[in-house]
């Protein structure tokens, strides 16, 4: 959980498509598609 001034940071190694969820609003996700 991150605090309202938080930020997270991520570097996806391979392209492809992730998905990802909030742990505390499981019905808020989304997709990432990363490409070359």
Known sequence: ????DGSFRH???APGEY???CA???SM???ITVTE
């Open 1 to 4: 959980i991150l605090r309202p």
């Open 29 to 31: 996700r989304g997709k």
């Open 11 to 13: 570097t996806f190694e």
């Open 24 to 26: 505390v609003h499981p």
């Open 19 to 21: 998905d990802y969820f």
